[in-house]
């Protein structure tokens, strides 16, 4: 392997819509396990229309590519002198290769180029099975192994992660399984492999170890095998073969902390590398679930910070808007409620008309509640200060020895008290209250008996059983506060608030486009609020009936 030289390469477009074009693209020469040489990465302007959907993920627009892309010829032209004859491997091989680039290569009338590799996500998620962090995109896997922070969406910043994760995670765990050349590891990649817990049906979830022990999950396994449809029976086949065979379905390894060591990538202890572990016994578990629970309050602090600083520029925003969007808001409910009484008088008559307007009343004093209670709540968003950032970090390290989901699953009393917590946990997240998280991260239990719930017990078991529900709980956590930062860093709200600490005259700018749209729709709006008044006063012969 160490003296295979291939590529890695990644592409972003203009969706997945036929025809797809290509915007960028990104490359990176490999020498065994390890980046070799100058990466490649070009834009390419094709004159098409950026879809929107697609622009929010990379940030490419027509007008971007116009100003800084390359004509497509004049790119793969130096895309071939780059990749030469050498194999292509790519995160999502089927959609990189196959969807996007030969059918553009096809359309161009450009010779395909690189020889056959393999799909990189298909090699770790045989090489992750079962995958501890969740799944498999490839984002999540930067986060949950602690990768270098790359350009995210963007061909090469992709292309740098997979070059990451084939250095620090994959080759360890492939090597630790005698994997070492190119053809081995192609052939791993390519094999036929199904994971070892069922990703679907009602054995979800499931080891496909169990079926050594569980009768009910072998006759599946036996049925899927007769099963009528190719690719259903070929997996039930495969299964029940490596069953016969006694192959080891399940890895069980676990991976904490992956940053790579100087000088090499064996095995380390927990905390300072990878860390592949077999059977953990009580002792080492408990060394899982600290690495866990210090890892799960870095995300989780991490996640309030984000959120907190875009609250609070929401805040901004509304409080400097309110008056504004009140406005719109009475006269669209003016507009729709006028527009209802008039269809009623004519079709109804006036006893039936005069229920709209107690319905108008009802939704009017409904609109100004909402008002009144999102004013309250944004009048207490603010962004935290440097000390405040601080300890949101160290409440963080206590709150997570609260996180005990499996403990209570057969204590409804407990189960309910749990529930209730992490509940007030995840409110005072949201809304900034360090005061709360104050109270919790202090005593917890304290805080449970204040508030009238049942008692709870925070100590962990020392059953072995109830250890590993912990651990496997606490890395599922993980997963989600990844994905929820991920989900977060995504949003158009966040976008802003980066534009913003960038170049903080946008915010007046973005205040100044919302007013100028706004006042446009006000004027519509009382447009059509005098109409419908004036039709209204003339039917009913009386202007007290008009409503608003």
């Not at 651990?471 to 158009?492: G, H, M, Q, R, Y």
């Amino acid at each position: 392997m160490m003296q295979t030289g291939w590529i890695i390469l990644d592409t972003e477009t203009t969706g997945f819509a036929a025809p797809i074009f290509v915007v960028e693209i990104g490359a990176q020469r490999m020498r065994g396990w390890e980046p070799v040489g100058e990466p490649f990465r070009k834009l390419i302007n094709q004159n098409q229309d950026i879809p929107p959907e697609a622009s929010r993920v990379h940030g490419y627009t027509r007008e971007i590519l116009e100003r800084d892309g390359e004509s497509a010829n004049q790119v793969y032209e130096a895309l071939r002198l780059y990749v030469k004859d050498l194999p292509v491997v790519a995160y999502n091989l089927d959609y990189d290769l196959a969807r996007v680039l030969r059918p553009e290569w096809d359309r161009l009338g450009i010779r395909h180029m690189g020889s056959g590799g393999f799909c990189a996500l298909r090699l770790a998620q045989r090489l992750l099975d079962p995958v501890p962090a969740g799944n498999c995109k490839l984002q999540t896997l930067r986060q949950y192994y602690r990768l270098p922070e790359r350009g995210a969406h963007t061909a090469l910043g992709d292309v740098e992660t997979v070059a990451d994760l084939f250095a620090q995670v994959l080759r360890p765990i492939a090597e630790q399984r005698s994997i070492h050349t190119w053809d081995t590891v192609k052939a791993y990649a390519e094999g036929e492999w199904y994971p070892s817990r069922f990703p679907f049906g009602k054995h979800k979830g499931k080891s496909i170890d169990d079926a050594r022990r569980n009768p009910e999950l072998r006759g599946w396994l036996e049925w899927l095998a007769g099963s009528s449809n190719a690719s259903s029976a070929r997996m039930g086949r495969w299964y029940l073969r490596a069953l016969d065979d006694e192959l080891p379905l399940e890895t069980k390894a676990f991976f904490v902390s992956t940053e790579r060591q100087q000088g090499g990538t064996e095995a380390v202890p927990q905390g300072e590398g990878i860390v592949i572990y077999v059977h953990p016994g009580l002792q080492r578990l408990r060394g899982l679930i600290d690495a866990s629970r210090a890892r799960l309050a870095e995300l989780e602090a991490a996640y309030t910070s984000e959120k907190n600083h875009v609250t609070a520029l929401q805040a901004k925003i509304f409080q400097r808007l309110r008056r504004h969007f009140e406005e719109r808001d009475r006269l669209r409910l003016v507009v729709k409620y006028r527009q209802t009484f008039l269809d009623t008088l004519l079709r109804e008559g006036e006893d039936e008309a005069e229920r709209v307007r107690e319905a108008y009343q009802q939704a009017d004093a409904h609109t100004q509640q909402e008002y009144e209670d999102t004013d309250a709540a944004m009048e207490a968003k603010r962004r935290l200060s440097d000390d405040e950032e601080i300890e949101v970090k160290g409440l963080w390290r206590k709150l997570v020895k609260v996180f005990h989901p499996d403990r209570f699953a057969n204590d409804p009393a407990m189960q309910e008290t749990y529930t209730k917590l992490t509940g007030a946990i995840n409110t005072a997240k949201d809304s900034g209250d360090l005061e709360t998280l104050r109270q919790i991260a202090d005593d917890p239990l304290g805080y449970v008996l204040r508030q009238g719930w049942s008692a709870i017990e925070f100590a962990d078991s020392d059953e072995l059983e109830q250890m590993q529900k912990l651990f496997n709980s606490l890395e599922a956590e993980i997963i989600a506060v990844i994905e929820a930062t991920d989900a977060l860093k995504e949003s158009p709200a966040y976008e802003l608030y980066q534009f913003t600490e960038r170049e903080p005259e946008v915010l007046e700018r973005v205040v100044e486009q919302q007013i100028e749209g706004i006042n446009e729709e006000l004027t519509k709006l009382k447009t059509d609020a005098e109409r419908l008044k004036k039709e209204i006063a003339e039917l009913s012969g009386d202007d007290a009936a008009v409503i608003g």
